[in-house]
């Protein structure tokens, strides 16, 4: 990870509170219980201008099937900005391929609203899926959190097709039960 400087300590002291911020930032993540694919998309992330605040790393929902049935889907990152969820990524060591019908679907179900973006990757390669027009393109890249923002207003948050949310809660329920691969 870099350091984020945009200029050279003018003294000791700003270096001092530069390094414990860092430091600090650096022990939070400790905390999280994260895995190695997941620290190296967090690097990326803060490398690309996003702030540990805007992520949420592990997050699981409740998503009920039925009076009896309920499960615990879960993602390992998910991008917030000005209170929405603009992104969710899966970090996994299996093929990506296999887990792309799995954030369709995670997408479409687990907010009010869509989520409009995922991105898959195994540390080298990854998927970046614009879940509106179901668009997947290879790449490792990730856009950066200043060209986010301004896409931002363009984007409708409108809820998945009422019809068709069973459907997707029921094959979001089938990777759930598979529990295929942890992160690592």
Do not use: H
């Amino acid at each position: 990870m870099e350091i984020p400087l945009s200029k050279k300590p003018e003294n000791p002291q700003e270096r001092e509170i530069l390094i414990s911020e860092i430091i600090k930032q650096e022990e939070e993540i400790i905390l999280k219980n994260i895995g190695y694919l997941q620290r190296l998309m967090i690097d990326k992330l803060i490398d690309k201008g996003y702030a540990l605040s805007d992520m949420e790393i592990n997050k699981t929902y409740e998503i009920i099937l039925s009076e009896e049935e309920k499960f615990y889907p879960s993602v390992d990152l998910l991008i917030r900005l000005e209170d929405k969820i603009i992104f969710a990524i899966k970090c996994t060591p299996t093929s990506i391929d296999s887990w792309q019908r799995f954030m369709f679907a995670f997408c479409r179900v687990v907010e009010p609203y869509q989520i409009p973006f995922a991105f898959i990757t195994n540390g080298e390669e990854g998927r970046l899926i614009d879940i509106f027009s179901g668009e997947v393109k290879e790449t490792s890249d990730f856009p950066t959190k200043e060209a986010l923002l301004k896409l931002l207003p363009s984007i409708d948050f409108n809820p998945y097709d009422e019809k068709k949310l069973p459907k997707e809660k029921r094959i979001l329920y089938a990777f759930d039960a598979i529990k295929c691969c942890p992160t690592i």
